[in-house]
């Protein structure tokens, strides 16, 4: 397999959560800094306590830590008293009017706290204002005070850091402990110390899992997922398995667990099998003949085997095709003259099938939704380039379409999500959207060579360029432009799932995997 490059998987930000001092998490900042606890949010604040912390008071107690009483002043006016940090007794009354005949009393001794004292409270740090505990970051004499059960301790237990290059995990009690199982380059994920740059079960992360590729540089490597193949022409996916159809010599179609496994053969003896797609029953394809004759056919077998159907025959170069619900359509050429080209569909009955779409040149792209099918020509009757078009599934031949996008270069395939319809411009090298509701066309990637296939997921857009022998992404909105794979020999039709990408290589018999 050639060496191919791969993208910057998401950087290693796992945080750390200490509510019961007990879950440990994977940080990729174990072996950059301390992970530690949140100042505490009040800090600075003078707030009543709630009557709580009662597991925090050492020796024997005569009030509940920090539990505020009234008291009365001196000439009838009532303040405060607080209940030391120990529980040892309240302290002097506080917030009384001071005068000259009206002097506070004093302050009995060991009771109240002196301004600027500093102390934990059970997990908070605290600071004496004006005799009176408040909450305050200052305690324990550093920046990012770490208090644990009324004491100031070094660090926040299962916090990490690096000290000289040497790794330190904070135990139970607040103390640094050497870490000698995991280098200062390494990670902490799940407890287990990894290496993100060769993890293939935390490439670049901790929990990205490269579904059995390599990780090298942070970065998972494509898994084969079938080799020595004849032509790999498409490929669909469903939840267990890759379908793709072999086009030259053998003429197969076949499907293998996504995650590797034995090849089943679904039909052989298939003359230049194209494009395939996939529902919950069946899978569905295209060939440019019958076998004895240059006259094309669609065929389907079920996803589990078994008997062939013909569902339509006769047909003069079908290409593109797409199903849904159980209703398959699909292009057929019809040669190059302008307006012979159709989109077709079976028939409800079972008999011919019917015209969905007619007056077309080269249609090649096909999309499906539950209302509107969608497609692109090659070239356009009367135009300079190609179109892209829309029309109701319901609607059959004679049916109104919608132009959404005129006299691109070349239009070859489509995606489509909930807001737009997305091609490959094989002349152009660009990749294009343009809103399904209809307006200005938006080249989301140019200065491509011959981009072929396409497909889109939830946050990209997916392509192959012929030409340069790449995988690439870009985001729904435009933006970077990402190389998933280089060096692949004539990638053609793309797709995806909620983990992976997946690609057929033509001209290297190889069907490949790509963990997201």
């Known amino acids: 397999m050639s060496e191919s490059q791969w993208r910057?998987?998401?950087?290693?930000?796992?945080?750390?959560?200490?509510?019961?001092?007990?879950?440990?998490?994977?940080?990729?900042?174990?072996?950059?800094?301390?992970?530690?606890?949140?100042?505490?949010?009040?800090?600075?604040?003078?707030?009543?306590?709630?009557?709580?912390?009662?597991?925090?008071?050492v020796g024997p107690t005569a009030c509940v830590p920090e539990h505020v009483i009234p008291c009365a002043c001196p000439g009838g006016a009532t303040g405060?008293?607080?209940c030391s940090p120990n529980g040892s007794g309240y302290g002097a009354c506080m917030g009384c009017p001071v005068d000259a005949g009206?002097?506070?009393?004093?302050?009995?001794?060991?009771?109240?706290?002196?301004?600027?004292?500093?102390?934990?409270?059970?997990?908070?740090?605290?600071?004496?204002?004006?005799?009176?505990?408040?909450?305050?970051?200052?305690?324990?004499?550093?920046?990012?005070?770490?208090?644990?059960?009324?004491?100031?301790?070094?660090?926040?237990p299962f916090a990490m850091q690096c000290t000289d290059g040497m790794p330190q995990t904070c135990d139970e009690n607040g103390v640094w402990q050497p870490q000698g199982t995991c280098g200062c380059l390494e990670?902490?994920?799940?407890?287990?110390?990894?290496?993100?740059k060769t993890d293939s079960h935390n490439c670049g992360a901790c929990g990205h899992d490269c579904l059995g590729g390599t990780c090298v540089g942070g970065m998972c490597q494509p898994v084969m997922v079938a080799s020595q193949q004849s032509a790999p022409f498409a490929l669909a996916v469903d939840s267990e398995f890759i379908y793709w159809t072999n086009k030259?010599?053998?003429?197969?179609?076949?499907?293998?667990?996504?995650?590797?496994?034995?090849?089943?053969?679904?039909?052989?003896?298939?003359?230049?099998?194209?494009?395939?797609?996939?529902?919950?029953?069946?899978?569905?394809?295209?060939?440019?003949?019958?076998?004895?004759?240059?006259?094309?056919?669609?065929?389907?077998?079920?996803?589990?085997?078994?008997?062939?159907?013909?569902?339509?025959?006769?047909?003069?170069?079908?290409?593109?095709?797409?199903?849904?619900?159980?209703?398959?359509?699909?292009?057929?050429?019809?040669?190059?003259?302008?307006?012979?080209?159709?989109?077709?569909?079976e028939a409800t009955d079972a008999s011919t099938p019917q015209i969905a779409a007619s007056g077309l040149t080269v249609p090649t792209g096909l999309a499906l939704?539950?209302?509107?099918?969608?497609?692109?020509?090659?070239?356009?009757?009367?135009?300079?380039?190609?179109?892209?078009?829309?029309?109701?599934?319901?609607?059959?031949?004679?049916?109104?379409?919608?132009?959404?996008?005129?006299?691109?270069?070349?239009?070859?395939?489509?995606?489509?999500?909930t807001n737009n319809v997305y091609w490959t411009d094989w002349t152009?090298?660009?990749?294009?959207?343009?809103?399904?509701?209809?307006?200005?066309?938006?080249?989301?990637a140019g200065g491509r060579t011959h981009p072929w296939g396409i497909t889109v997921d939830a946050t990209n857009v997916y392509w192959t360029d012929w030409?340069?022998?790449?995988?690439?992404?870009?985001?729904?909105?435009?933006?970077?432009?990402t190389t998933l794979a280089q060096q692949q020999v004539s990638p053609l039709t793309i797709a995806v799932d909620a983990k992976s990408v997946y690609w057929a290589s033509y001209a290297s018999g190889t069907v490949m995997r790509l963990a997201k």
């Open 8 to 57: 910057v998987g998401p950087l290693l930000r796992v945080g750390l959560s200490l509510p019961a001092l007990a879950t440990l998490a994977a940080s990729a900042t174990a072996c950059g800094g301390t992970v530690g606890a949140t100042p505490h949010e009040d800090a600075g604040v003078d707030a009543r306590h709630d009557v709580a912390r009662m597991d925090v008071t």
């Open 80 to 82: 405060e008293q607080t």
């Open 102 to 156: 009206h002097e506070a009393d004093a302050v009995p001794p060991g009771l109240a706290c002196d301004t600027g004292q500093e102390a934990c409270v059970g997990d908070t740090p605290e600071t004496c204002v004006a005799g009176r505990w408040v909450v305050a970051p200052s305690a324990c004499g550093t920046p990012d005070p770490v208090c644990l059960h009324g004491a100031c301790v070094a660090c926040t």
């Open 187 to 196: 990670s902490l994920c799940s407890s287990a110390c990894v290496d993100p």
């Open 248 to 345: 030259e010599t053998d003429g197969t179609v076949l499907k293998t667990p996504i995650l590797g496994g034995n090849i089943t053969t679904l039909a052989t003896g298939q003359v230049q099998p194209l494009h395939i797609a996939v529902d919950s029953n069946n899978a569905y394809w295209t060939t440019e003949s019958n076998g004895t004759t240059d006259i094309g056919t669609v065929v389907r077998v079920p996803l589990g085997g078994g008997a062939l159907t013909t569902m339509a025959f006769g047909l003069n170069e079908p290409d593109s095709i797409v199903v849904r619900d159980g209703q398959a359509f699909w292009t057929v050429w019809n040669g190059d003259e302008p307006g012979a080209g159709v989109i077709m569909t």
């Open 369 to 417: 939704n539950a209302t509107t099918l969608y497609w692109s020509n090659q070239l356009d009757p009367g135009e300079d380039g190609g179109t892209v078009f829309a029309v109701p599934v319901a609607a059959k031949d004679g049916g109104a379409s919608a132009t959404l996008a005129a006299e691109p270069d070349l239009p070859l395939y489509i995606a489509i999500d």
């Open 428 to 444: 152009d090298g660009a990749v294009v959207a343009a809103p399904l509701s209809g307006g200005a066309p938006v080249t989301l």
């Open 467 to 481: 030409g340069d022998g790449t995988v690439m992404e870009v985001p729904l909105v435009g933006g970077a432009v």
